[in-house]
């Protein structure tokens, strides 16, 4: 089994257009989460959100290119282009063959669907534009990072819903591992944040009308995000040969299927997950210092998530540390684990632990060190980020300080 | 003669619970009748769509939301304040 290292992060969210700007801004515990402003929003009784209100397409592509990109594809090649220009890494013909792409997404083109569904139905048009199908297609982040970097060799989308990226980076992961590929760029993007995307999510009453408060008492329900982060995945012995800077080290995954409900979380399935991601790192649980959260803020996930957390560490749940992100960047649904994984790759290299904001008061049933609203110093050796997804789909990533 | 609010509401819940509105008593609980939280989801939906009103209800946690879905004659007596506060 080959080692597998992550040498390039890139990042885009409420909280910045790179991925410093995102850590940067969980270092402060800033909250990204503002009124939604798009076209309709006025019949939406869910009002906010982790929107990327400063966001201009049209400084960072052509208008050729705004055409063929649906917003989550246009987030992926941000955050893709950033990760390969930090990772040094230049794709010759024969490392391109060796080289692939694997992101998640939920909603894929959503925002797309959302504006020619507008234009055939409420505006009566009879003829959309002719890229709609490229557009809204699921996979086409990840085709248009793979044509952009000349990537060859496996690429394709995965969608777990909230899970889809981090089931996306444990097939990058497993990809490399086995010796399949060389370098994969993983991680997920989403953009769902238009009338459609929340009014869809209105209707089944778990969001929050006034803030993420994840782990405490007065949590009242989610909020969503949009945004990408992409991470360069790269076999150790390439990356060593090159002398590029390691960042982190992957070292274990883990999926599990609740198969039980289609929205409720399920302890055991959670369990399962996080105590095979630590079996397949080879890691016992007392070497887990920070735990990035699923923590969605809703009563339910909390409540399941450290219960489960409680099972598998035992004692030493104690003296970790875990923390949601979601409170700072919202729930970026498909993209949410690889703008969580920023979080775990910081505690490590840095020695800071993002802090879960809006935290105001203690639950009983989530009484764990939860890093409540503000960053903390501490020294780290591997962490593990949780992913719970709607239809009973886990995954969890273990990732160790590289030394 | 229309129906009452107290008859629509019931046939909703009773539709969700796969059972005759008939055999919906009003001391029921959701546990009782079998309804599940997706279940209850779709019954706040179609009392919405039926008595055109907006019902206070969070699924995170339907103990603490306004609407009291105690048993069905609680949740009788809310939708038919609803019904009402929207014609006054």
Redesign the interface.
Known sequence: MKRVVITGQGAISALGQSAEENLTAMREGRNGIGTLEFPNADRL?ITIGGQLKTYDPGARFTRQQITLYDVFTQFALIAAEEAVAQSGLVFSDELAADAGVVLGTAGGGLQTQDENYRSVYEDGKNRVHPFVVPRLMNNAAASHVSMVHGLQGPAFTVATACASSNHAMGQAFNLIRTGASKVMLAGGSESMLCFGGIKAWE????M?KDGCRPFSAN???MVQGEGAAVFVFEEYEHARTRGADILAEVVGFAMTSDASD???PNKQGAKRAIAGALRDAGLPGEAIGYINAHGTG???NDRTECAAVREVFGAHADSLMISSTKSMHGHLIGGTGAVELLACIMALREGVIAPTINYESPDPECDLDVVPNTAREARVEATLSNAFAFGGLNAVLALKRFA | MPKSVEEQVIAIIAEQALIEPGDVSMDSTLEDLGID??GL?EA??AIEETFDV?VP?????PAESEFDITNVKSMVAAVEKLVVEKSG
Request: charged share 10%; hydrophobic share 45%.
């Open positions: 009784s209707g089944l009453r778990v929050s949590r009242n329900g289609i929205v409720m809703t009563t339910a | 939280s997706l989801v706040v939906f907006s209800f969070n699924a995170n946690d």
